[in-house]
């Protein structure tokens, strides 16, 4: 199993431990940016070390050749001295360099393979938390727009309730009977402490004011004869502004009998 399936196996099962126990996504999706910067972190040692183990095996092989090529050329060299058995001897070494060369170059060439696939990992792992960095603000929007939601849902479900309406409709019934009430004991005060005798006279005063209004529209209608209106106009002024004008009517009825 590579880094990265390795990395992803881990990495869900820690999501889903902190989405089981998330109360702040906030909190939640920080702390994951944290865990994947860690294991970033983690992988690039261990890709790091791969890289090494590749150069080490690189140089070994590079360094078993170049023994090889010296065992030859000091084959070579004892063959032009006449001296066989040297020869063999340098053969002999050469070979073995020439193959512990050969197969170091062999698994240097599989290790770099592998090299290369744990770089690729290492650099879609980067590219996966540069993506979850990005994504974060996005999913943060979601998650509080998701949580009014609920709010709102919760205060709609608290609204059917009729409860609240029914209490708010018994309260204002209870104001309205305690205003009723203290309407009437205003009433009732009044009329107990109150003057009996100017109540009357008001009630007269209110009396004679309708009557000289309904005189008024009788001389408008031409219901009345034009002198009745003028003694209606004098109905408010009181009692001796309506002596006074019988007076001059009466003397004006004897000027006008004498000179008839």
């Known amino acids: 199993m590579g880094i990265w399936d390795r990395f992803s196996t881990m990495f869900r099962s820690n999501l889903n431990d902190l989405i089981s126990q998330a109360e702040n996504p906030e909190k939640m999706l920080n702390q994951l940016i944290i865990d994947m910067k860690t294991q970033l972190g983690k992988a690039k040692q261990q890709v790091a070390s791969a890289i090494a183990d590749e150069k080490k095996l690189q140089a070994d092989a ?49 290790h770099r393979a592998e ?3 744990l770089k690729l990992s290492l650099r879609q792992l980067n590219d996966k938390i540069e993506e979850a960095k990005r994504k974060k603000n996005i999913l943060l929007a979601r998650a509080k727009r998701a949580e009014a939601q609920q709010r709102i849902q919760e205060t709609m479900s608290g609204m059917s309730d009729k409860g609240a309406f029914e209490s708010f409709e018994r309260m204002a019934e209870k104001i309205e009977a305690q205003e009723r009430k203290a309407i ?15 109540k009357q006279f008001e009630a ?51 000027d006008g009998t004498t000179h008839g």
Request: charged share 35%; net charge negative; aromatic share 4%.
């Open 62 to 110: 590079e360094a078993l050749r170049k023994q090889a090529e010296d065992w030859e050329r000091r084959a070579m060299l004892a063959v032009q001295e006449g001296k066989d058995d040297l020869a063999k001897q340098a053969l002999m070494r050469y070979n073995e360099a020439l193959q512990g060369a050969q197969q170091l170059h062999d698994t240097w060439l599989q």
């Open 115 to 117: 090299t290369e696939k």
């Open 184 to 198: 009437a004991s205003a009433e009732l005060h009044e009329e107990m402490e109150g003057d009996s005798l100017v």
């Open 204 to 254: 007269l005063e209110y009396h004679g004011t309708a009557d000289q209004a309904l005189l008024e529209l009788k001389r408008k209608m031409g219901v009345l004869p034009p002198g009745s209106a003028d003694k209606a106009k004098q109905l408010g002024k009181g009692a001796d502004d309506v002596h006074e004008a019988e007076l001059l009517e009466d003397r004006g009825q004897a």
